[in-house]
């Protein structure tokens, strides 16, 4: 298995509170966000990497539309990171230090809420009150980040990765219960370390919950926590030993906002059990400047 900052954090690790949030048609946004990640990784005997210890810099920045389909209320996502990180550890046997710099894979989500959430105008929102809200999603994660196969750290994957999921949000006065499920599929990577080798990942499945409190409106926090399994990976087809992730992350998010138009969210997790794969303690900081373009 080789690092990447596109798993480092790994994607399975993610941590969203109300993703499922309902936004009235023509809501858009853009997100400035930077994550700071320290730790390592725990790799497989046949990994060519062993002891990795990283600190990554990971500025994220992402487009939000939000629109009415067939009814419901949906919205799409687009996300483009740069990763900075330097990393420690023994490749192959011998200790060294990299760094690295550069367009890490990029990110895609369309969401549509199912149940609960209609599509609405401004003015229709303002008069709504979320009660059960039934969301589905998917992500897809393309390969656009800068990979080299003679290099055993990348800033991308060279693969594509995809993550179809159903979220369940409950709210109860002040309190909200978020619930998702999802897997995460993989396409191989056909030029793995020095092009010589094919290799593929099997599906991750992944639970998270998220259990928010609003302070006032668009003034939250929340307790975050999930659940991921899978991903054992292969090389030409021969399953490498002990690589199937067996782990879980705790954290807590803040949302603070500035006035109408901006806000402020704060995040911090680490991993409560990491059996194989990324184990970082994460810091996020998101500032988000939202407006509404409505339909003459």
């Given at each position: 298995?080789?690092?990447?900052?596109?798993?480092?954090?790994?994607r399975?690790?993610?941590l969203?509170?109300?993703?499922y949030v309902?936004?009235?048609?023509?809501?858009?946004?853009?997100?400035?966000?930077?994550?700071f990640s320290?730790?390592?990784?725990?790799?497989?005997?046949?990994?060519?990497?062993?002891?990795?210890?990283?600190?990554?810099?990971l500025?994220?920045l992402?487009?939000?539309?939000?629109?009415?389909?067939?009814?419901?209320?949906?919205?799409?996502?687009?996300?483009?990171?740069?990763?900075?990180?330097?990393?420690?550890?023994k490749?192959?046997?011998?200790?060294?230090s990299?760094?690295?710099?550069?367009?890490?894979?990029?990110?895609?989500?369309?969401?549509?809420?199912?149940?609960?959430?209609?599509?609405?105008?401004?003015?229709?929102?303002?008069s709504?009150?979320?009660k059960?809200v039934?969301?589905?999603?998917?992500?897809?994660v393309?390969?656009?980040?800068?990979?080299d196969?003679?290099?055993?750290?990348?800033?991308?994957?060279?693969?594509w990765?995809?993550k179809?999921?159903?979220?369940?949000?409950?709210r109860?006065?002040?309190?909200?219960?978020?619930?998702?499920?999802?897997?995460w599929?993989?396409?191989a990577?056909?030029?793995?370390?020095?092009g010589?080798?094919?290799?593929?990942?099997?599906?991750?499945?992944?639970?998270?919950?998220h259990?928010s409190?609003?302070?006032?409106?668009?003034?939250?926090?929340?307790?975050?926590?999930?659940?991921?399994?899978?991903?054992?990976?292969?090389?030409?087809?021969?399953?490498?030993t002990?690589?199937?992730q067996t782990?879980?992350?705790?954290?807590a998010?803040?949302?603070?906002?500035?006035?109408?138009?901006?806000?402020?969210?704060?995040?911090?997790?680490a991993?409560?059990y990491?059996?194989?794969?990324?184990?970082?303690?994460?810091?996020?900081?998101?500032?988000?400047?939202?407006w509404?373009?409505?339909?003459k």
């Amino acid at each position: 298995m080789s690092a990447y900052f596109a798993s480092t954090p790994c994607r399975a690790q993610g941590l969203a509170p109300r993703a499922y949030v309902i936004t009235p048609t023509g809501s858009n946004a853009i997100v400035l966000a930077y994550t700071f990640s320290d730790g390592g990784a725990v790799f497989d005997s046949t990994s060519p990497i062993a002891d990795l210890a990283a600190q990554i810099n990971l500025p994220v920045l992402s487009y939000y539309h939000g629109f009415g389909l067939f009814g419901h209320a949906a919205n799409i996502t687009a996300s483009l990171p740069y990763g900075v990180g330097n990393f420690s550890g023994k490749a192959v046997g011998t200790q060294q230090s990299i760094y690295r710099s550069g367009l890490t894979d990029s990110s895609y989500r369309f969401s549509m809420n199912l149940l609960g959430g209609p599509a609405m105008r401004i003015d229709q929102f303002r008069s709504w009150r979320q009660k059960t809200v039934v969301g589905a999603s998917l992500i897809v994660v393309a390969p656009t980040g800068q990979y080299d196969p003679a290099r055993l750290v990348n800033q991308g994957a060279n693969r594509w990765a995809f993550k179809p999921e159903i979220g369940l949000s409950q709210r109860w006065s002040r309190w909200i219960l978020d619930a998702y499920g999802a897997v995460w599929f993989f396409t191989a990577n056909r030029h793995y370390f020095n092009g010589d080798l094919v290799q593929t990942q099997l599906p991750i499945g992944t639970m998270e919950m998220h259990l928010s409190h609003d302070v006032k409106p668009r003034l939250w926090f929340s307790v975050d926590a999930n659940f991921w399994y899978g991903g054992a990976t292969r090389l030409n087809g021969a399953e490498t030993t002990n690589t199937i992730q067996t782990s879980s992350r705790v954290g807590a998010t803040a949302s603070i906002p500035l006035n109408m138009r901006q806000s402020l969210k704060f995040s911090y997790n680490a991993g409560a059990y990491i059996r194989f794969g990324g184990n970082y303690q994460n810091v996020s900081a998101a500032w988000q400047y939202s407006w509404i373009r409505e339909r003459k």
